[in-house]
DNA sequence: ATTAGCACTCACGCTCTTTAAGTGCTAAAT
DNA sequence: ATTTAGCACTTAAAGAGCGTGAGTGCTAAT
């Protein structure tokens, strides 16, 4: 089917549009009669019987039961998504809002998606999600030891764009060069190298490195692959999970704590979203069971990437019920995964030239 | 009314307990004739009758209507627990499950509370709650600047034990020494030093002292100030807000609502805890109304302060119906409580050995 | 003081009925 | 060849009526 929009006529397109924004608007299965009054609709009830009672042969209308209207399938809704949703602009306020929040930040992966899942979740009251990659291969590319005092220092290590540190207690007293030392010695010999890469020979060079300090080596390094064991890249959070609340669809408690466990199955929801990632440029829809998941057989998932010089680096999302409010929510996951994109490529670490704005804020 | 232990008889406590005992259990009314089957109970079911009718007009019991049982008022809950509740130990398993995951921690306060509120929550099978208080006083007790390139550089700041990045990005090239010494200049002029006493004369000073470096002190100094303003010590995080659906008293939707809002509200929850704190030692109990907000009608706050050094530097807690487990939940809190309080004392950054806090901080 | 006995209350679950919204089909109209 | 009016049919939801049972409060006997 390379083109289904042809399949239909003109008239059925309209009904169907009609149909799925008037259930989108109160939830209740459509009537022939309810469609008589739009006003680019102008034919009799019977007439829209007869075109509903197509468009359910064709899958994209169901009835709950005989007495009553008709709501739209998972087919019906991605039929609606593909062809029949006009585009929607976010209102001035709202770009300004958006604007306002996202610029305000520092280009800082963690504190702007932060800021955007935040934003997303009340921009379009539905449970908002960020994710972050798995970072497969964790190296550090800068090492920093802080003496705190004579038995306490601390190891600060640059993993991709986000700082890990960790404590270290010693018996024994840490002399103020010592750590500098360490700290320069770990940046020449250590930087770029996995765990498993820390062997025994390149630790053996470390401690030839640091002379008469060589005992600090071992701990540090067994804190170090700790630390690298400890960080999970890969972070998936929600925000606005109780806004779900304020639809019918969820007011059965049952179907309620299915979806709250499933934001629990973070893997899954990774998995998900790393494997349909084919269209990394736009925006993903994924429509009840269209999801890999099962329990969401109601719910909708619309994310998109976020980019950073070009290299997928997360993305933004929002969960709701198949009934959501598609142009709304496409318009803003666009804007925010656009305007986060942007903030990052902006004066992001990883961006060095010159040509960013002046300051080091903004 | 200062010991109103002694205004009941030994049998209407047993009564009491036992109708509590039994609602805690089940969820659902306790009539006369199912406590005639208590082992310690030993009257007819029209004793126990006219009891539970004075320990209603007493008003410790409640009848939901007049042919069912009765249940436990708030303030019958709050003589229980008063009274009545005996000493519950945790299994050995229990124990040994707690000391596992907290002594492998690093005795850090973030990753030992976030640690011990999902134990918390695991364990009791309710919501728990970490507290941190909010930082009065916010100052760097410790600084390091990480170059990262040419025109990057990381500012990393200790507040109290926290660490608190932000990047840098800078127009003109950062030289390798530069970092260093700007590193050495902020710790000796600028640590213990909140952000408003960062003045011109000081900002002088550190300006002489920086030598040909010094057009980089303002720009550092503006970015100390916004991530002094951005840190945010106050943090209140949820753990386990699901299992709450496990519990019929929270199959009502709209009760529901009601309390995932209320988790939204945290500085509500701040105030509460740290206005009720006058117990530092001891484990806290808010029942129902007892709780400033409304909302909290049929949920009871247990929650227990951390403390470090003689000091709280934290809570942890748990959020259920008012119809909880007491006692398991209270030996739970208090042992999860002095578990942290002891880790953080066994080897946290402020232990500094013999000496006394010879050291930037506090 | 306790208890057996009994009348009374009231939520809960059951069936039965009514209501109203909406359909499908047929036959007439355009 | 569509479209439409009309009508019989279906069905969920809402309400009415009724028996059931758990539980109470009271009274009188122990």
Redesign the interface.
Same mark, same amino acid.
């Given at each position: 089917m390379p083109d289904r929009n042809h399949d239909l006529s003109e008239r059925k397109k309209l009904i169907l549009k009609a149909v799925i924004d008037a259930h989108i608007k109160n939830g209740e299965p459509v009537g022939s009669k309810a469609l008589t009054k739009h006003e680019l609709i102008s034919c009799s009830s019977a007439t829209i019987r007869n075109e509903m009672a197509e468009l359910e042969n064709l899958g994209y209308l169901e009835q709950p039961h005989t007495s009553a209207g008709r709501i739209p399938s998972e087919a019906g809704y991605r039929f609606y998504v593909d062809w029949l949703l006009d585009r929607y602009n976010l209102t001035n306020a709202e770009i300004n809002e958006l604007k306002a929040n996202l610029s305000q930040k520092?280009?800082?992966l963690d504190s702007i998606m932060d800021t955007a899942v935040k934003l997303a979740a009340k921009m379009t009251n539905y449970t908002a999600l960020s994710v972050k990659p798995k970072i497969l291969r964790i190296t550090v590319s800068?090492y %920093?030891i802080?003496r705190?005092?004579?038995?306490?220092c601390?190891l600060?290590m640059?993993i991709g764009s986000m700082?890990k540190?960790?404590?270290m207690?010693s018996e024994a007293q840490i002399p103020v060069q010592a750590a500098a030392q360490l700290s320069s010695v770990l940046n020449m010999t250590a930087t770029g190298i996995t765990a498993s890469e820390f062997n025994m020979p390149l630790i053996m060079k470390m401690e030839s490195a640091m002379g008469e300090y060589d005992y600090m080596v071992t701990p540090v390094v067994k804190a170090i692959c700790q630390a690298m064991s400890e960080f999970d890249g890969s972070d998936l959070k929600f925000e606005g999970?109780?806004r779900l609340?304020?639809y019918p669809e969820?007011?059965d408690?049952d179907r309620?704590?299915e979806i709250?466990?499933l934001? %629990?199955r973070k893997d899954d929801f990774l998995d998900v979203i790393s494997n349909t990632g084919g269209d990394k440029n736009g925006i993903n829809i994924l429509i009840g069971r269209e999801n890999v998941v099962k329990v969401m057989d109601n719910s909708t998932l619309i994310f998109k990437s976020i980019i950073q010089d070009g290299v997928p680096v997360g993305a933004i999302g929002i969960i709701g019920p198949t009934r959501m409010d598609y142009k709304r929510v496409i318009a803003t996951v666009d804007s925010l995964a656009k305007g986060v994109s942007a903030a990052l490529d902006r004066?992001?670490?990883k961006?060095?030239?010159?040509s960013?704005p002046?300051?080091?804020?903004r």
């Open positions: 520092q280009a800082e800068r %920093e802080m705190i005092d004579d038995y306490t601390m600060i640059l700082v540190t960790k404590y207690h999970v109780n609340l304020s969820y007011y408690v309620l704590r709250l466990a934001f %629990e004066g992001g670490p961006k060095i030239k010159g960013g002046g300051d080091a804020e």
